[in-house]
């Protein structure tokens, strides 16, 4: 943001930061170099609109969505639409407006009140999607300056995205810490979407969990997506509206149809969450499941493990009086499963 705001900003001259870069080769270079005001607006701090002074402005608008992406203001977020719509549509002091966020806006069939805006997101964009990452050769070009982690390294903890056409995209917070700390390690930071993504595997919702299961095990699920998950839009309800705004969130990749865990470090978070193998009804009158899996024991020995750390605690705290205790060992010299099944 600060680098096109120097570009278009007319408070200082900036010839010397951009003459010896590729943007001085465009033939509009000149024309929109420091000729406008800058608004620059981060929407966790809202300033005080300008008045009208008659001059055009370039409107640079950072997480525009962050009431909706942090569940804020629920009741407020119509009006803070309108507010977006009232100030930037059809007004002659817009010469431009640039917003970036996460979320896309929720369009409606009528009356919408930000359509004006071209779109690009993680989902569907063939022209700007290399720059949501890091690019092979960006990684390639800060690699060099180190000599602690190996590029396979990096690409096992950091790729995974994909633009349109294929080419591999990196997490560029990730990438730059691991770089400046020289250790490939997990630094996603858990956000309250993950916590979302708990709910859909604690409950299965539209068989989630079995999904994940898959791709945990590196088994890509294939579906067609074709909505994107929305601001505004009411909490994801079904299948496709879930994966649609994981993806949207980058806790899933999405290529040729196919969905997938990105990359070692998403994998980490994944396989924290389905360690708990405790499944929930979906309906009261259904019973609550425990599994305990074992290897060179036998299942008596799988359950007992689970009255002894109390696995069930959870179920019974959510007023689930039927559960079942399932313990399953697994016989490497046999090759054979044993499983035993007791009510608690």
């Not at 909706?68 to 059809?90: A, C, I, P, T, V």
Request: hydrophobic fraction near 35%; glycine fraction near 6%.
């Amino acid at each position: 943001m600060n680098m096109l705001g120097a570009y278009y900003g007319k408070k200082y001259p900036s010839e010397a930061i951009f003459d010896n870069l590729n943007i001085s080769r465009s033939k509009n270079y000149k024309v929109h170099l420091n000729k406008y005001n800058i608004i620059n607006i981060s929407m966790n701090c809202l300033p005080d609109l300008l008045a009208v002074t008659g001059d055009e402005f370039i409107f640079m608008i950072d997480e525009w969505d962050y009431i909706f992406s942090h569940d804020l203001y629920r009741e407020n977020q119509g009006d803070f639409l309108e507010f977006l719509r009232y100030l930037l549509k059809d007004r002659p002091y817009v010469a431009l407006a640039y917003m970036t966020g996460v979320l896309p806006v929720k369009k409606y069939s009528t009356g919408s009140a930000l359509n004006m805006f071209d779109e690009y997101t993680m989902l569907n964009d063939s022209l700007f999607d290399e720059y949501f990452g890091f690019t092979e050769k960006e990684v390639e070009a800060l690699y060099s300056r180190q000599s602690k982690l190996s590029l396979e390294e990096i690409a096992e903890w950091y790729n995974g995205y994909h633009t349109d056409d294929g080419r591999k995209i990196y997490n560029p917070r990730s990438v730059v810490l691991a770089l400046l700390n020289g250790k490939c390690r997990s630094y996603w930071t858990r956000s309250g979407k993950m916590d979302e993504v708990l709910f859909f595997l604690k409950y299965n919702i539209g068989e989630v969990r079995d999904d994940v299961v898959k791709m945990v095990n590196h088994m890509p699920v294939r579906m067609e997506i074709i909505e994107e998950y929305t601001a505004g839009q009411e909490n994801p309800a079904n299948r496709e509206e879930i994966y649609a705004a994981m993806i949207i969130y980058g806790l899933l990749s999405y290529h040729d149809g196919e969905l997938g865990i990105p990359n070692k470090e998403l994998m980490l978070e994944f396989q924290k969450a389905l360690k708990d193998d405790i499944f929930y009804p979906r309906k009261s009158n259904l019973p609550g499941i425990v599994v305990e899996l074992n290897a060179g024991g036998t299942p008596e020995a799988a359950i007992e493990q689970i009255r002894d750390k109390e696995y069930f605690e959870k179920l019974k705290k959510e007023n689930i009086e039927k559960i079942l205790l399932v313990g399953i060992n697994y016989s490497a010299d046999k090759k054979e499963h044993q499983c035993r099944i007791e009510e608690f």
